[in-house]
């Protein structure tokens, strides 16, 4: 089957997770994508460390399907094989500041000197042209910077989200920029600079909650898991576990009452529309924590499920590797890797095409595993190559 993006060269320097899952994404859509790290080793390689060498699981999910290519692109060697990798290359994906990127010779002016119709992706934390936009960050600041943090949580204690959703939002919005401009690289030949940032991700993600303040300046604070616009929504503890409810809108809201059995909730004016339930969600969360409190977790939710309200389980790690529904649609397949006694399962492309779906095809790469095949193709001796390595250029 022919990939959509069969053909296509990609040269990754991204670190951590914004950059890298950029390049996954393309990847997983057939492009040819070469990781590049330093010459020991990036330090998002060996992040939560799974393996005798140190390779941690977040490499193996941000890897796969990649060339793993070491380069010290700061040595003049270096900055002559970038620039002979730029040449065979289509896209070029650097999540680094602006002035870190013109040093390394990875900045647009730079990179479209040696091929004309290059594609940049960058990622920052803040992105060009303001006060902030040479500041590093990581996606806590994305979600501290956003109101984010600010609304998660307690007024007394703001709370972090555990997975870095700012990070994995920017890949995305990336990758669908980086495609944008191929398209309109086919039609007129020219490519051009993609840019995303951590900011901009996180800024877009709360939104809704900016333009509510501007129009009518609420000064909403945080309410732990209960819902300030809808109602019930909230987590709910169970005789032997957790479990999240959400209900939206009038007709879930009455499948509630009737499930409840009391009727009152739809005549009260607190709860008429959605947003009076929110503005009183502490009353309709009391009532359903007592209804859950008395249950099982599978009680509630065969319940809920019967009366088709929105409802899960508050799931652990290794739960969800045990979850029937993520084993049916196969949503982990499992990788082998070097150094693992078992198959890492790598979550595979989280969108599905009917026609030309993505797929994980090779396992991620061992430090600078393709080295001396790409060198070689870029006209590399083994001897250039050996002496490259005694140099630690590669």
Known sequence: MTKVLEGIRVLDFGRYIAGPYCGTLLADMGA??????KVDG????????????????????????KLGMT???????????VKKLVATADIVIANLPPDTLQAMGLDYESLKAIKSDIILTTVSAFGRGGPYSNRVGFDGLGQAMSGAMYMTGTPEQPVKANPPFIDFGTASLSAFGTMAALYERQKTGKGQMV???????????????????????????ATLNRSQTSGPADTFKTKDGW????????????RWADLMGEEH???????????????????????????CAIRTSAEVLDAMEAARLP???????????DDPHVAAKGMFQPVEYPGLEKPAPLMVTPVELSETPGEIRRRPPTLGEHTGQIMAELGYSEAEIQQLRDKRVV
């Open 32 to 37: 040819e994508v070469i990781r590049i790290e």
């Open 42 to 65: 990036s330090e998002d390689r060996f992040l939560s460390p799974i393996t005798d060498m140190g390779d941690g699981a977040l490499f193996l999910q941000l890897a796969r399907n």
């Open 265 to 291: 909730w739809l005549s009260d004016p607190r709860f008429k529309d959605d947003i009076s339930r929110g503005n009183n969600g502490e009353v309709i969360s009391a009532r359903l924590a007592e209804w």
């Open 195 to 221: 840019e995303g940032s951590l900011f901009a991700t996180a800024l877009t993600m709360t939104n809704g909650t900016a333009i509510e303040q501007n129009a009518i300046a609420p000064n909403r604070i």
């Open 311 to 321: 409802a899960g389980p508050i799931m652990s790690p290794q739960d969800v590797l």
């Open 243 to 254: 479990v999240l409810v959400q209900s939206v809108g009038g007709p879930l809201f009455k």
């Open 71 to 81: 380069l010290n692109p700061m040595k003049p060697e270096g900055k002559e094989i």
